[in-house]
């Protein structure tokens, strides 16, 4: 039964490798120079393993209409929580220009990658499970790119060839071999050696969001209406949208169970990338980010349990 402590205790582990993230950039053992190049490791190397691992030889992602149903509510409950957020904005003095957008886009996007994925392990610990979660955050990665800076910089101008970028191209490639019956032709050392690298991209990827929060905390002044909104809507409103998605749609039991992890997930840290780099409102950015990864400590277990109580899971 996933009660509340077994979903704390499932989700604790996470957020104590970001403190050990956050406290390694505190006394120096992990400087800003590291990031760039462990990212790159951790992004172009290690998450492809993982993918390759978790996706090759998956019988539920064998089903193409199962494959583009999933990717489709990655990419539509993305749309669904930044409009919402858009909508919702004024109700914290935010207008277009001084951080609206940047808001919709930051709050609406989820950490649908590397929190994410050790939620879902430690609840729902199967292959086929993270298989299906990765072909919903297909249709995440595509919204990111098209919506979420589309948002910032209007559609026109999205970067829409950053659609097809290294864990998109994995993915799909993945599909295509697991299509293709391809499992049986890998060697089990070729395995061992795709799970192990796989399996590190999770806790180093964690780590560097950790150093990358510790970063952020304490640079800008706190601005409770922005951080209320924002926690409210990103653990309280939208997991609404995904709760009922899983239980309205005639989804998998392994899509519902993503869907529970995914709309309890707080707002994604690359965000502040992205609002940096597109010309969005980096300030605000950084206050939802603060804000819902901190309460999502508490709202975690108290959404997944809610959700699986009310789905049957």
């Not at 004024?90 to 957008?101: D, F, N, Q, T």
Request: with cysteine; net charge positive.
């Amino acid at each position: 039964m996933l009660d509340y402590t077994t979903i704390l205790n499932a989700v604790l582990p996470t957020y104590l490798i970001m403190l050990v993230g956050a406290m390694s950039r505190r006394f120096g053992l992990l400087p800003r120079e590291a990031d760039t190049g462990l990212m790159r490791l951790a992004v172009n190397l290690l998450y492809p393993c993982l993918i390759l691992e978790r996706i090759v030889g998956n019988p539920e992602v064998n089903h193409p209409l199962r494959v583009l149903g999933a990717a489709g509510l990655g990419y539509g409950l993305v749309v669904v929580g930044i409009y919402a957020s858009y909508a919702l904005a004024p109700l914290a003095g935010l207008k277009v220009g001084e951080g609206r957008r940047t808001f919709a886009m930051t709050t609406g996007i989820q950490n649908y990658g590397f929190v994410a994925i050790p939620v879902m392990s430690a609840l729902f610990p199967s292959k086929e499970a993270l298989g299906v979660m990765f072909t919903f955050s297909l249709g995440v990665e595509m919204s990111v790119w098209t919506l979420g800076v589309g948002t910032l910089t209007g559609l026109s101008k999205a970067p829409w060839k950053a659609v097809l970028n290294v864990p998109v191209i994995s993915i799909l490639t993945a599909l295509a071999l697991n299509f293709l019956g391809a499992e049986k032709f890998i060697p089990p050392p070729a395995h061992t050696v795709m799970n192990n690298l796989g399996n590190c991209s999770v806790p180093l990827s964690v780590l560097l969001i950790g150093a990358s929060i510790a970063d952020l905390w304490g640079h800008e002044k706190f601005n409770w209406p922005v951080a209320v909104l924002s926690a409210v809507l990103r653990q309280l409103i939208i997991p609404v949208a995904f709760m009922l998605a899983a239980w309205l749609l005639p989804v998998t039991p392994d899509l519902k169970r993503v869907l529970v992890v995914q709309g309890a997930m707080p707002s994604a840290v690359f965000s502040l990338v992205l609002a940096r780099h597109y010309g969005g409102h980096p300030p605000t950015a950084v206050q939802v980010i603060l804000a819902t990864t901190v309460g999502s400590l508490i709202t975690i277990p108290l959404v997944i349990s809610a959700m699986v109580k009310w789905l049957g899971l």
